[in-house]
């Protein structure tokens, strides 16, 4: 269908009765199995690279259960600032708008 995005419905399916709970520990099976099948172990390492260019390795663990975050507390705590409660007005707009610069993320970002 038209309004989904490839890169997201990759592996797209149905389960009668099941809730998130049920999704969330299929998915954290299939990408864990993955992840030890290719690698043979779950710790996978990774390279970051920094603002200043240099690149750091750290190591990702995908051994299952994954640690579960609520996205908006957490970005409140890494951005340090209280997001709106409503997030489609225009104070959450020019809120995040501020964020992006306050983080410097607003190379090559297009309007929607």
């Given amino acids: 269908d038209l309004t ?14 099941a809730d998130y709970n049920d999704l969330l520990k299929v998915t954290e099976e299939i990408v864990s199995g993955i992840v030890y099948k290719v690698h043979g172990t779950y710790d996978v390492p990774f390279k970051v690279e920094k603002k200043d260019g240099t690149k750091e ?5 995908f051994k ?23 997030l489609e007005s225009a104070e959450a707009n020019a809120f995040l708008k501020r964020m992006l ?9 297009a309007p929607p």
């Avoid at 390795?57 to 663990?61: A, C, G, K, P, S």
């Avoid at 640690?67 to 951005?79: G, N, T």
């Avoid at 610069?101 to 970002?109: A, E, G, I, V, Y």
């Fill in 4 to 17: 989904h995005n490839p890169e997201f419905t990759a592996c797209e399916f149905y389960w009668a009765y």
């Fill in 57 to 61: 390795e750290v190591v990702i663990n």
């Fill in 64 to 86: 299952p259960p994954f640690r579960k975050l609520r996205m908006i507390p957490e970005l409140e705590k890494s951005c340090g600032e209280k997001f709106p409660a409503d």
């Fill in 101 to 109: 610069k306050k983080f410097d993320l607003t190379d090559n970002l």
